[in-house]
């Protein structure tokens, strides 16, 4: 899904803003808002999986108790 989004994005930013045919014209979301509409899709997959976000570990070297 990301990559599909990345090159939807590159297509976009190669493409027309708008485009105008037999009086229909059609108009793209602004590249800076589709970088953040980007970032913010991305926060929420780095959200939902909490086994990749940090953690704290107590880490007890071996030794006598």
């Known amino acids: 899904m990301a990559e599909e ?3 939807t ?3 976009n930013a ?3 803003a708008s485009a ?4 229909v014209k059609v108009q793209q ?3 800076p808002d589709q970088i953040a509409a980007d970032k913010y899709l991305a926060s929420k997959r780095a959200g939902k999986n909490p086994a ?3 953690t ?7 030794g006598t108790v």
């Open 20 to 23: 105008e045919v037999d009086g």
């Open 56 to 62: 704290r570990t107590k880490i007890v070297p071996p």
């Open 29 to 31: 979301h602004s590249l």
């Open 5 to 7: 989004l990345d090159d």
């Open 9 to 11: 994005i590159s297509r």
């Open 14 to 16: 190669k493409g027309p």
């Open 52 to 54: 990749k976000a940090f």
